[in-house]
């Protein structure tokens, strides 16, 4: 993937991650059209730059993104990166065989948005040169947190389909993963400022070294690296453990 001169699309890119990317890419010469379910969270994220456009998508609907797609194609036809950003987590109560409201929307925004966005542009992407897809999943695919099972199934099932896309896509269009540790945003209350959670700032700038060519088929910090190699060193308990006892003590 090419530092500059890409057009790029960022989802959820309203707060968080996404902001800070399209920022970041903004910075280093390329176009990137930011969306997400609202317009004044993204025209705050562009915030008067040029070359950066907002577009209002809910990743949920299937409607909205087959409205969406031919859209942004007709203003950006040079449209080669897509990184699929948006993402929501809920804490579960498993035990309660309650509501399935906060699981099923997990599902659909975290996996089937993705899925859907993807399918509706990879043949676009594929017929552009230096095109590459980026998937956000969580260190929580790899170990997950109990109390947000559903969540980190999502982001489970996110990895697998990187590989899968990856392995389809070769030598065509290059597809990334990108796997974040627990990072200082608004994803869940009071996260901003959760102490031991890793600033958002310093993770950009970990993860914009990292997408230095040659960029590497998953860009995990070294934060992440903990989950992301457990159960390859052994350790899947420890960290298992380690992480849900941290969990456990953690104010809702």
């Excluded at 705050?44 to 031919?70: C, N, S, Y």
Aim: net charge negative; aromatic share 4%.
């Amino acid at each position: 993937m090419q530092a500059t001169g890409n057009t790029m699309l960022i989802t959820g890119a309203g707060s968080g991650i996404g902001r800070a990317l399209a920022r970041r890419f903004h910075d280093q010469g390329n176009t990137v059209v930011v969306t997400g379910r609202r317009l004044q969270p993204l025209h705050d994220t562009i915030d008067g730059r040029a070359r950066m456009h907002a577009f209002a998508l809910d990743i949920d609907d299937p409607a909205a993104i087959a409205a969406f797609v031919p859209q942004v194609l007709a203003a950006h036809p040079d449209l080669n990166v897509l990184v699929n950003n948006a993402g929501i987590m809920r804490y579960d109560d498993l035990a309660s065989g309650g509501d399935l409201h906060d699981a099923e929307a997990q599902v659909v925004t975290n996996l089937l948005g993705p899925i859907r966005l993807t399918n509706a542009l990879v043949g676009h992407l594929r017929a552009r040169p230096d095109a590459a897809i980026v998937n956000v999943s969580s260190g929580l695919a790899f170990v997950p947190r109990a109390d947000a099972a559903v969540y980190s199934a999502t982001k489970a099932a996110v990895h697998v389909y990187t590989q899968g896309l990856r392995h389809q896509l070769a030598g065509r269009v290059r597809v990334i993963e990108l796997v974040p540790p627990a990072i200082q945003t608004e994803l869940t209350p009071g996260q901003s400022t959760r102490e031991g959670y890793l600033p958002l700032d310093a993770y950009i700038d970990e993860v914009m070294t990292l997408f230095a060519a040659p960029v590497p088929d998953e860009i995990v910090v070294a934060r992440a690296r903990v989950q992301r190699l457990a159960e390859r060193e052994g350790r899947f308990d420890e960290v298992f453990d380690r992480i849900n006892a941290a969990a456990a003590a953690q104010p809702r």
